[in-house]
């Protein structure tokens, strides 16, 4: 599942690129929040490949609780 | 203001924001065109010449709109989506929401041959109506070429200018401070009122056609966003907090907590 959402952000992050030039600052705005879900979803597929992706942590909360 | 907050925005029959969108294509076989716009069955012929309509209907039967589940279609009076019209040598589709143009621009990948009519702009409005505002007539008179194509340039040379000083700054800390600097001007100001998406910027790059139509998608859902924020009063949303709620509906089901 993590590399399928890999490959989605990585789609986001191409097709950010595609559109930079016309729209430079809110594309670097995206393209950084893109890094930090990559970073994050990195993270993630360590800790799965150590075996601690079923310990519950801090940073366990899923993203949909931030919503109102 | 508070009268605002009570009101709904204009509304299309399918449920999103009423906003008129403008895809413009290059005609290069006007012949095979009206052929391949004729032979689908979305796709009626309009009393005007050189005119079509396109139904939800057909090959797009299938197309899903989140806000009309409770919707009921009537096969026998089938809900008109757009409009293609052969102006001065081009070919227009007219739309009167971004869900739907960024619905049609694959949609219409699939049946126009790129050796038959090749997208080249969206022309939007940003903003949203009120249930009696005056509509404009007709989409000359919101999209005037030489404006949107000012602005566009003037954002290449932009981009130009500051990839120029950040591939001359001494350092990388000092190239992401112009970066940053650069950003925090240009998001804090307001959108035009009428704007333009280029599709082919580098006609000679081959991008992967579900790239482009992504990029398209992340360009007008974030405007969609502003919009209807700021007609419920949230006069200081941006195209950032947009981005942040584009990325959180698109990725936030993965159940992992974003690095704040």
Not at chain 1, 41 to 49: F, K, S, T
Not at chain 2, 101 to 118: E, G, K, N
Request: aromatic residues 10%; charged residues 25%.
């Amino acid at each position: 599942m993590s590399n399928i959402n890999l490959k989605q952000v990585h789609a986001d992050v191409e097709a950010v690129m595609l559109g930079i030039k016309q729209d430079m600052p809110n594309m670097l705005i995206y393209a950084t929040q893109l890094a930090q879900l990559s970073n994050s979803l990195y993270e993630h597929n360590q800790a799965l490949i150590k075996g601690k992706g079923s310990a519950p942590s801090p940073h366990d909360e899923p993203v949909n609780s931030r919503r109102p | 203001m508070f009268d605002r907050l009570q009101r709904p925005f204009l509304t299309v029959e399918t449920g999103e924001a009423y906003q008129p969108v403008r895809l413009s294509y290059e005609i290069l076989n006007k012949e095979v065109l009206a052929a391949s716009l004729e032979k689908l069955t979305c796709i009626q012929k309009a009393a005007n010449p050189n005119t079509w309509h396109w139904y939800w209907q057909g090959e797009c039967e299938d197309q899903h709109f989140e806000s009309v589940n409770s919707f009921q279609k009537n096969s026998s009076h089938p809900v008109r989506l757009g409009t293609f019209i052969i102006h001065h040598k081009k070919l227009f589709l007219t739309l009167s929401s971004f869900k739907r143009a960024c619905l049609a621009v694959p949609f219409f990948h699939r049946f126009l041959d790129l050796s038959v009519a090749r997208i080249q702009f969206a022309d939007f409005i940003n903003k949203v109506f009120a249930l009696d505002e005056r509509l404009p007539h007709g989409f000359t008179e919101i999209f005037k070429d030489e404006e949107l194509e000012q602005i566009i340039q003037q954002r290449l040379e932009d981009y130009e200018q500051v990839k120029q000083k950040c591939e001359e700054a001494p350092s990388a800390e000092n190239a992401l401070t112009i970066l940053a600097d650069y950003t925090r001007s240009e998001t804090a100001k307001r959108l035009p009122y009428a704007e333009r998406y280029a599709f082919e910027l580098d006609k000679h790059q081959q991008q992967d056609p579900e790239v482009i139509f992504l990029a398209f998608y992340i360009f007008l859902r974030g405007r969609e966003l502003v919009a209807i924020k700021r007609w419920f009063g949230q006069a200081g949303y941006s195209l950032a907090d947009a981005a942040d709620s584009v990325i959180d509906g698109v990725f936030g089901d993965l159940g992992i907590d974003v690095i704040d």
